[in-house]
């Protein structure tokens, strides 16, 4: 009877043993908790395998040394299946990641200063060693602020819709309005010297001298080409002080241009027309490309037009409340992507201001 019984024990273990084999080939997981669940099914104390193991205990001796070998096999068999289908898991794991779109790109790139910065840092840099100092102004400015108080006539162009963008007070009503967007930061100038005027009558500091730079976007209506934008920069530079000539306009220009283009760079001055200037001048450096000797980019001139200037009208100087029988000044500005163009030969204006990194990364370095 025991020995029958025995043997159909056996059976029956081999039975088990064998369909958990066959299950064993068949054992897949597509996830973590999948894999911890096969764990629990097979390996677990009251697991498929662990239970083999129990009813193994209650063999007779000579029985066991039978299924030992083959139940511990299963066991580990099991073990090792486990195992590689956790690794599998982790492999997909990484290769998704790798191919995960919302993932930031790896290396961060480093981001580089925008060539318009670099170049009106360099020029606030340069003023800044013969002591002009930075003011900043509204890019939304009026009317008197941008054309009134420097000397531009009731009627004068510049004030056309042509030239100048209007800010409608009413969506959709294009009625007259005051309220425009700067097209120049001489705007800044004329806040800048009112404060100065108000600040002298309180101190009756009769010494004092203003120096100051401008630098901002301004607007003007034009059609965006290669040439023109409907915004650039500016940095425009101001200073009022007694006695100011335009000796000394020259001299501070001449300076700038020197310590801009390299110490050979030569200036010229020419007569020009603005408003708020008189005289006023346009100022000329000597090609760098050719050296003054005449080439495609100077068009055979031999210089290349930089920035306008000229000593402040006595006009502007009144109406900011200084008294132009005992100041006087001088004011030039000058336009970033110009300087920018000459320092790197940049040919098309459109490509300051459309974030192309193909065009920005080669400014990695300066
Ligand atoms: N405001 C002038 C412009 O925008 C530049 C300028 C400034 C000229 C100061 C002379 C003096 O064109």
């Known amino acids: 009877m025991r020995v029958l019984l025995n043997a159909i024990m056996s059976e029956v273990l081999k039975d088990r043993i064998e369909s958990l084999h066959r ?16 764990r629990q099914k097979y390996l677990s104390k009251k697991g498929l395998v662990s239970q083999l193991f129990d009813e193994f205990k209650l063999f007779p001796k000579e029985e066991k040394a039978q299924w030992g070998a083959p139940l511990n096999r299963l066991k580990q068999e099991f073990e090792a299946r486990i195992t590689e289908l956790r690794e599998q898991c982790q492999e997909n794991a990484d290769s998704q990641v790798k191919t995960d779109l919302t993932r930031t790109p790896d290396p961060i790139g480093l981001g580089t200063r925008h060539p318009l910065s670099l170049v009106r840092e360099q020029i606030i840099d340069i003023f800044s ?49 005051d ?10 100038q004329t806040r800048v010297m009112t404060a100065w005027a108000k600040s002298l ?11 100051v730079l401008c630098p901002g976007r301004v607007f003007r209506n034009e059609a965006i ?13 101001l200073y009022v002080a007694k006695n100011v000539s335009f000796a000394d306009l020259r001299q501070t220009l001449l300076y700038f241009a020197k310590e801009m283009f390299g110490p ?44 306008g200037c000229g000593m402040v009208d006595p006009n502007v100087l009144e109406s900011c409340g ?8 001088f004011a030039f500005g000058l336009g ?6 000459l320092k790197y030969r940049v040919k098309d204006l459109r490509l300051f201001s459309e974030n192309d990194v193909r065009f920005l990364q080669q400014f990695e370095s300066c």
């Open 201 to 211: 009558n309180n101190a009756s500091d009769a010494s004092s001298s203003l120096r």
């Open 322 to 329: 200084i008294d132009s029988k005992v100041y006087s000044g």
């Open 179 to 188: 309220i425009l967007l700067r097209t120049h930061t001489s705007s800044v």
């Open 336 to 341: 970033v992507e110009r300087i920018a163009n």
């Open 23 to 38: 299950e064993l080939q068949d054992l897949h997981a597509a996830n973590a908790p999948e894999i911890e669940a096969l």
């Open 129 to 177: 060693r013969i002591g002009f100092t930075v003011a900043d102004g509204p890019e939304v400015e009026d009317d008197k602020h941008v054309f009134g108080m420097l000397n531009f006539a009731p009627e004068h162009p510049a004030r056309d819709m042509q030239d100048t963008f209007f800010i409608e007070k009413e969506e959709g009503v294009q009625k007259p309005t």
């Open 264 to 307: 050979e760079t030569q200036i010229r001055l020419r007569p020009s027309y603005f408003p708020f200037t008189e005289p006023s001048a346009e100022m000329d450096i000597s090609c760098d490309l050719c050296g003054g000797k005449g080439c495609a980019f100077c068009k055979g001139t031999g210089w290349v037009e930089i920035l």
């Open 225 to 237: 080409s290669a040439r023109a934008h409907c915004f650039f920069h500016q940095v425009e530079g």
